[in-house]
């Protein structure tokens, strides 16, 4: 397979390499993954994340075993495996879905190398159509909020919600970032500020529970995030968090947009509660843990509920700032989204 690179991805004599993203800031780490239980074992420590990376990551690994010479059966379960290592992003499933359709051709070892190449073309294209649309609803001068992590670490581009900060920061609108922690894996602090500061925009951390007090003094402008599943009505899963936001927003009457790819859509899914929500461990939020080492504040044993998602219900959405263009709340009401994302 030909070589490839992206912010966290990097395909080298027919090897993959995955960016620790557990590591960063402090470390910057490449790791190798050379099997379907080193990837899962990746994704479920979060060391490789964001909904379209870990579609792709599945898809090259999956192209990468064939040409090494795993059968179509091994192959089989090798998709099965990757499909349940993480149920609430869509991506995963919709590019599995088409290196399963590759799989079944007669030429099926270049077949899937060609596909799995193909979506990472398509994935920086995507997040490029997304930048643009985006950054055409960023006011001149606009103090944004985001939530989680958005980028290139995410994606094989720019981003989705990030994208669309770099986009409208290359435009010279963006006057400040400011940048949720986002609990409980610190992704926003440890990830988000890496990357904003490694592009040149300027932000300002804060804990997640700042955000209302810096909504009420009118110190945020628009609130920008991304999706890890959009339902076929329009609400969308994303990082825990997410709705608390979008209910503030909605409250201070701040627009509030979602940024992703088409397929971030699930039009199987009817609406938010039928979204599969992943629970973490317990020792995610008991304490912290990283390249650092690691600390436990709370008492031994402590009990806690950990989701990594929620959901925020179309309602209180301003805009779903796609690849295709952008869709408004009264676009949805007439039912045109189901349309434009079948």
Not at 122 to 137: F, H, K, Q, S, V
Request: include cysteine; aromatic fraction near 4%; proline fraction near 5%.
């Amino acid at each position: 397979m030909q070589a490839l690179n992206t912010t966290s991805l990097s395909l080298q004599d027919s090897r993959l390499q995955i960016l620790d993203q557990q590591a960063l800031p402090q470390e910057k780490c490449w790791l190798p993954c050379d099997s379907v239980d080193e990837l899962v074992g990746h994704i479920r420590a979060l060391r490789v994340r964001g909904a379209p990376l870990i579609g792709l990551s599945a898809s090259l690994l999956l192209a990468l075993l064939a040409e090494r010479g795993l059968s179509q059966a091994e192959l089989e379960q090798a998709l099965q495996t990757l499909s349940a290592s993480r149920p609430t992003a869509v991506n995963l499933m919709n590019n599995l879905d088409r290196m399963k359709q590759a799989l079944a051709q007669p030429d099926w070892v270049s077949t899937m190398t060609e596909e799995a190449l193909r979506l990472v073309e398509e994935d920086r294209t995507l997040c490029d159509r997304i930048a643009d649309n985006g950054a055409e609803w960023v006011k001149p001068g606009s103090r944004l909020l985001t939530h989680c992590n958005t980028g290139g670490l995410a994606t094989a581009g720019v981003g989705t919600a990030i994208g669309v900060l770099l986009r409208a920061h290359q435009q010279g609108k963006i006057a400040q970032v400011w940048v949720d922690e986002t609990r409980p894996l610190l992704q926003g602090g440890r990830l988000t500020a890496w990357e904003l500061g490694e592009l040149g925009i300027p932000y300002r951390l804060i804990c997640d529970s700042m955000a209302a007090s810096l909504m009420a003094t009118g110190q945020v402008d628009a609130v920008w995030v991304g999706a890890d599943r959009i339902a076929a009505n329009g609400d969308v899963a994303n990082k825990i968090g997410t709705y608390s936001l979008a209910v503030l927003a909605h409250y201070h009457r701040i627009p509030f947009y979602v940024a992703a790819p088409h397929t971030t859509h699930d039009p199987h899914c009817p609406n938010g509660a039928a979204i599969p929500i992943e629970q973490r461990a317990a020792e995610e939020i008991t304490g912290v843990s990283g390249s650092f080492g690691s600390c436990q504040w709370a008492p031994l044993n402590a009990p806690t509920y950990n989701p990594a998602f929620d959901v925020t219900p179309a309602a209180l959405i301003s805009g779903w700032v796609l690849d295709s263009g952008v869709i408004t709340p009264e676009q949805v009401a007439d039912g045109i989204f189901q349309r434009a994302l079948a």
